[in-house]
């Protein structure tokens, strides 16, 4: 079975331009995390999607991030403009959750940010 | 406040030592506790997940057990590639459906061969 897949694995860029990370989860499940994950750090939730519906995103800078799950699969998140300071991993996970139940999360590989 | 703390933050040892890892938390209500390990590079994997104090579950080598304070990883007869960052994190049972977890900053053991 295909697990979450990411990509890039890696991105480059200068400060002010915009980028944008993608995710596959695992076929079936309903619940899609994005995560940023800095050096030394556990992850920090940043949105979480019961199917196409972005159900916690509490914690997403939304001045500058944005994130999508059309059709309750694949996501994308984007930021624009990036600041030095977004620099981290960001991973995806997800897991397939009954109502109110306790599963866990699968993560992909992630995305390693530079902002130069 | 919502806190997961795990300790030490590095453990180095010699293959064969075994040892432990702690994961301690206080939360206001716990509905289960995740172990998760991280290689360089990678995202985390799903090792255990633990529900009510008492409970153990084990994987080769590892053994994760809860309290209704703390949890441990045991690591028994470690191999080089037991290697990794492992991270534990805990879903608040009023949480509703946030599903919100609380991580801690992980314990990073090497295990010499």
């Known amino acids: 079975e295909a697990g979450v897949v990411q990509s890039p694995r890696y991105k480059i860029i200068e400060k002010k331009q915009p980028v944008a990370f993608w995710c596959n989860p695992i076929?079936?499940?309903?619940?899609l995390y994005w995560y940023l994950q800095n050096l030394g750090q556990g992850p920090e939730l940043l949105i979480r999607?019961?199917?196409?519906?972005?159900?916690?995103d509490s914690q997403l800078p939304k001045d500058r991030f944005s994130a999508e799950r059309l059709k309750g699969v694949d996501s994308t998140l984007k930021i624009q403009p990036a600041e030095l300071g977004d620099s981290a991993v960001y991973l995806c996970?997800?897991?397939?959750?009954?109502?109110?139940?306790?599963?866990?999360?699968?993560f992909g590989q992630g995305t390693r940010l530079t902002v130069v | 406040e919502d806190q997961v703390t795990q300790s030490p933050e590095a453990l180095r040892l010699q293959e064969g030592e075994s040892s432990s890892l702690n994961c301690s938390y206080t939360?206001?209500?716990?509905?289960?506790l995740f172990w998760y390990r991280q290689d360089p590079g990678k995202g985390p994997e799903f090792l255990f997940t633990?529900?009510?104090?008492?409970e153990e579950k084990e994987k080769e080598r590892l053994k994760a057990t809860l309290t209704k304070k703390e949890s441990f990883l045991h690591i028994t007869a470690p191999k080089p590639e037991d290697s990794a960052t492992y991270l534990c994190?805990?879903?608040?049972?009023?949480?509703?459906?946030?599903?919100?977890?609380?991580w801690g900053l992980g314990t990073s053991l090497a295990v010499n061969p």
């Open positions: 633990l529900y009510s104090a008492g």
């Open positions: 996970a997800s897991s397939l959750a009954p109502q109110g139940g306790v599963a866990e999360a699968f």
């Open positions: 076929s079936g499940h309903n619940t």
């Open positions: 994190a805990v879903l608040l049972s009023n949480a509703g459906n946030n599903r919100k977890l609380i």
């Open positions: 939360v206001s209500g716990l509905r289960g």
């Open positions: 999607y019961e199917n196409e519906e972005a159900v916690d």
